[in-house]
Structures are given as structure tokens and as C-alpha cells.
């Protein structure tokens, strides 16, 4: 079944267009990472389909679902989570308190305190200390709980790894794990190219807000990918890998 289905998708910044006519299908449970060079429209794609950006054409259907209008915090409560770039916690909130916050969405499903404590073991020795005093991968792990919290259908997550030590990006996938084996469909921004092709199933690679390929990580090589980073390589989503 189809979770997402992305037609036409614009958004931009003032004048400039950050996202340029995107087309997107994610199937439920699929992992898929978008890759491509800083300013290519990662972000901004990502807080599209969040609803925290506004798109200025193009639809968006979630379940079926057209989206398009409609306000973050209504796609929050039907399904639809983000962890930000920079993880924007409550700092002086306690972990605890942090993760309570994103049950206001009061959807049902397996994520739960415990659950997600379990996911993320790292923070259990953490649950009463402020979020704004721990390291950079026990705030990443908070960061995802809280998502997690809501129990979403799709799980955005945007760079996942940035500024983390190798220790701490480990043990933040290592959690993610436990994630992918609820099924969540899963969108990653992530610069590391090798986690990409480990925890990714589909790859979407973006130069200056299009989509220039997108193909199978089992079909793709390294190579290739890097080409259409850096805008070396142009191939039309058609002539993708199928």
C-alpha cells in the first residue's frame, strides 16, 4: 500500500525555489534516503511534507489522504513525525518531560515511555536530567523518542548523524533498529553515505531541489550516487534503476 504520493512538489524561500516539482511513491515499511549536496533541498522537503513549510504547487497524499493544506500539527495527529536538523529540544525539560510533550497527539500504537526507553537504553540513566545537558547523541536519541511518542505511520528524520561522534551515531542506528522492525515507513536525510546504503532500501538523490535519480541501494553504486552529488551525473527518474 501506498503511504506517500508526492505530485509536482514546489516550496520556496522568499524567491528562491528550494524544492523543484518533486514526484515521490513510498510504500509502507520502506526506508528511503534523500542524499544529495547542502542547498540541494533536503530540509526543506522534508519540513514540506511535515507541514512546518508551505508548498507553493504540488499535492501531497498521505494514506490517500491530500495533505496539502494541511497544518503540521493535524498531520502530527494522523501519522506524520519529524526530527528536525539540530534536534530542537526543550533544554531546560527533563528527558522524561521532553518525551511526554509528543503524546499530545494521542495516537495509540506500540511507542510508548517505556517502550521507547527500551529502543534507546542510553537514556534510561538519563530520564531525570535536562535534556539540554546531555551529549550530542543522547539528544539525538530524545529527539527521535519524542517522535517516536506520537507513533507515527511516517517517520521524517533529517541528518541524523550530524555532529555526532562515530560512538554516538552507532548507537543511535543500533536503536534505529529496533524502529525498522515496527515497520515504520522511514524518510532519512543522512550525509554518510555508508550508513545510507546500510539502513536504506531506496535512494533519492537531489541536486539544486529536483530529483535527478532515484534507484534501489542494491542497484546503485557509490559512484553513481557521488555523480549525481555533485552534479556530475544527470539521469531522469525514469532511467533509474528499477
Not at 499530545?104 to 515511555?113: D, E, L, M, Q
Amino acid at each position: 500500500m501506498t503511504a506517500l504520493k508526492v505530485r509536482g512538489l514546489e516550496a520556496q524561500h522568499g524567491l528562491l525555489k528550494a524544492v523543484r516539482g518533486v514526484d515521490l511513491d513510498l510504500q509502507d515499511g520502506e526506508r528511503l534516503a534523500l542524499v544529495g549536496a547542502n542547498g540541494a533541498g533536503k530540509t526543506t522537503l522534508l519540513r514540506t511534507l511535515a507541514g512546518i513549510h508551505r508548498a507553493s504547487a504540488g499535492t501531497i497524499e498521505f494514506d490517500g489522504v491530500d495533505v496539502t493544506s494541511t497544518p503540521a500539527h493535524r498531520r502530527a495527529s494522523m501519522g506524520i513525525a519529524l526530527v528536525p536538523e539540530g534536534r530542537r529540544l526543550f533544554g531546560s525539560l527533563s528527558v522524561i518531560e521532553n518525551l511526554r510533550v509528543a503524546s499530545a497527539a494521542n495516537r495509540k500504537g506500540a511507542w510508548n515511555v517505556d517502550t521507547v526507553l527500551d529502543a534507546f537504553p542510553q537514556l534510561k540513566p538519563k530520564i531525570k536530567a535536562a535534556a539540554g545537558s546531555l551529549s550530542g547523541g543522547q539528544q539525538q536519541a530524545v529527539a527521535i523518542g519524542r517522535a517516536l511518542m506520537t507513533n507515527p505511520r511516517l517517520l521524517l528524520l533529517d541528518e541524523v548523524s550530524l555532529g555526532l561522534s562515530p560512538a554516538a551515531v552507532q548507537g543511535v542506528y543500533e536503536s534505529l533498529a529496533t524502529v525498522v522492525k515496527q515497520r515504520t515507513t522511514l524518510i532519512l536525510v543522512e550525509q554518510d553515505l555508508q550508513r545510507t546504503f546500510d539502513f536504506a532500501e531506496r535512494i533519492v538523490c537531489m541536486l539544486e531541489g529536483g530529483v535527478v535519480a532515484t534507484g534501489r541501494t542494491d542497484q546503485m553504486t557509490r559512484d553513481e550516487v557521488m555523480g549525481y552529488y555533485f552534479g556530475h551525473r544527470v539521469r531522469k527518474e525514469s532511467e533509474a534503476h528499477a
